[in-house]
């Protein structure tokens, strides 16, 4: 969430956001009203606690039982006007930067770069659907008897694909050199500091989906009543929510994770849309990045993730754009958000497959989670994630891409060494 000083010193840029962000309206009026109660309320709390001190040094049990029951109910008062201005604060959307194109939807998007050849067939086009049914790798049919729909069992060649994808992803990122490359190409300042792989939990509380910003809208998520759990959305919830409440020392940042994971998505009001094959599913796997930065990197870093997400992606050979999205597509936490759709062939467009999202200080304010400066001063870190590949779209990608007449799908030439050099499945 925002600061309360910066909305209270800055009302018509937080109004513009909320606005073209396409948010609930902000009554600024009311949080300046809850801020100023509150301040009040903590003066009088300590007022209070001197007095009892001073009843304790004069041993004036009576005045100190008196001023104890006192400080109970004002800590009570404190607590109910900061849940309550705590809400307010969290229906305000981060501040967009000022290179964000403002629009109403999708269409709005603009695109900023474009890179590969879409390949060309001397045959009939398949979709990655009716590939996989003839290779026996997708079937939705017995998932559909077992789950029920928007499930699906991946076999044979498709899975040992996966496979490969993960263990290549963790050997480039995790490569200093690599990393440095990259940098050196795109002529990003930042640290070649490796990503450290996690297998995170699939599981998160409220209080932590809250912090990071993606407990709502609550009904495209899977719930847990009995527990008061929910279904991971994405490995980013979980891995950014990893230090809540800590500091970390500066020399300590950037820290970089590269995430596994399955995650969950209820996909309520997709009804209807994308409901062949594996791109809209209700369990898929994801590789995510999650860093964290000091504030004045936090922009070059979301930069970095973008170069290495299109590193990986042309390494597979894989034809992508590349795109900003606009004020009203984005997440209500994202300063930044840049999309990577990649061509799908069998379908005849792009599609996304990539986010990267810079968030500031927006969910570390929430999370608690600050680092200390050199100079001793503490402040909130920022937060950046970026999808490294959502699994099922980006086997999608390989297969259209890369299928041949006879039916099979050659295998991208980095994964080959991941597959007993096989060329094809």
């Known amino acids: 969430m925002l600061d309360i000083g910066f909305i209270l010193e800055n009302r018509d840029l937080v109004i513009a956001a909320v606005q073209n962000k396409k948010g609930d309206p902000v009554d600024i009026d009311a949080l300046q009203a809850l801020h100023v109660k509150r301040v009040g309320l903590i003066k009088d709390l300590g007022e209070i606690n001197r007095e009892r001190?001073?009843?304790?040094?004069?041993?004036?049990?009576?005045?100190g039982s008196d001023l104890k029951k006192?400080?109970?109910?004002?800590?009570?008062?404190?607590?109910?006007?900061t849940k309550e201005l705590t809400d307010l604060l969290a229906k305000v959307p981060n501040i967009p930067s000022p290179d964000v194109p403002v629009g109403a939807s999708e269409d709005d998007n603009v695109v900023i770069r474009q890179w590969g050849e879409k390949p060309?067939?001397?045959?009939?086009?398949?979709?990655?659907?009716?590939?996989?049914?003839?290779?026996?790798?997708?079937?939705?049919?017995?998932?559909?008897?077992v789950a029920g729909s928007r499930f699906t069992y991946l076999k044979g060649g498709i899975v040992r694909l996966q496979v490969a994808l993960v263990q290549w992803v963790f050997d480039t990122v995790s490569n200093e050199t690599v990393l440095t490359e990259?940098?050196?190409?795109?002529?990003?300042?930042?640290?070649s500091k490796p990503f450290v792989p996690v297998l995170p939990p699939v599981m998160i509380t409220p209080e932590m989906l809250f912090g990071m910003a993606r407990l709502d809208p609550k009904e495209d998520k899977y719930y847990l009543q009995e527990d008061n759990l929910f279904l991971a959305g994405s490995a980013e919830h979980t891995l950014g929510a990893m230090h809540a409440g800590e500091v970390f020392e500066e020399d300590?940042?950037?820290?970089r994770y590269v995430g596994y994971s399955t995650a969950f998505r209820r996909e309520?009001?997709?009804?209807?849309?994308?409901?062949?094959?594996?791109?809209?599913?209700?369990?898929?796997?994801?590789?995510?990045?999650?860093?964290?930065?000091?504030?004045?990197?936090?922009?070059?870093?979301?930069?970095?993730?973008?170069?290495?997400?299109?590193?990986?992606?042309?390494?597979?050979?894989?034809?992508?754009?590349?795109?900003m999205v606009c004020t009203g597509d984005m997440g209500k936490p994202d300063v930044r958000q840049i999309d990577i759709e990649t061509w799908m062939p069998g379908q005849n467009t792009y599609r996304e497959t990539h986010s990267?999202?810079?968030?500031?200080?927006?969910?570390?304010?929430?999370?608690?989670?600050?680092?200390?400066?050199?100079?001793?001063?503490?402040?909130?870190?920022?937060?950046?994630?970026?999808?490294?590949?959502?699994?099922?779209?980006?086997?999608?990608?390989?297969?259209?891409?890369?299928?041949?007449?006879?039916?099979?799908?050659?295998?991208?030439?980095?994964?080959?060494p991941?597959?007993?050099?096989?060329?094809c499945v």
């Not at 006192?70 to 006007?81: S, Y």
């Not at 050199?374 to 590949?389: L, Q, S």
């Open 356 to 416: 990267a999202d810079l968030m500031g200080a927006y969910q570390a304010r929430r999370l608690g989670i600050r680092v200390k400066r050199e100079g001793g001063k503490k402040e909130f870190v920022h937060m950046n994630d970026a999808t490294v590949f959502a699994m099922g779209r980006t086997l999608i990608a390989i297969i259209e891409n890369n299928q041949r007449s006879d039916g099979s799908v050659t295998v991208p030439e980095v994964l080959r």
């Open 182 to 191: 990259v940098a050196k190409q795109h002529e990003i300042n930042v640290p």
């Open 418 to 423: 991941y597959l007993g050099n096989q060329e």
């Open 252 to 255: 300590a940042l950037p820290i």
């Open 53 to 63: 001190k001073e009843a304790a040094a004069s041993r004036d049990d009576a005045t």
């Open 70 to 81: 006192k400080a109970a109910e004002a800590e009570e008062a404190v607590r109910e006007v």
């Open 268 to 323: 309520a009001g997709s009804y209807g849309k994308d409901t062949k094959g594996i791109l809209r599913q209700h369990q898929f796997d994801k590789l995510e990045f999650e860093s964290f930065t000091v504030g004045e990197r936090s922009r070059a870093e979301q930069d970095f993730l973008v170069a290495l997400q299109e590193h990986l992606m042309q390494q597979l050979n894989l034809p992508y754009q590349v795109v």
């Open 120 to 145: 060309t067939f001397d045959f009939k086009v398949k979709a990655h659907w009716d590939i996989g049914a003839e290779r026996d790798f997708i079937d939705s049919e017995r998932a559909a008897n």
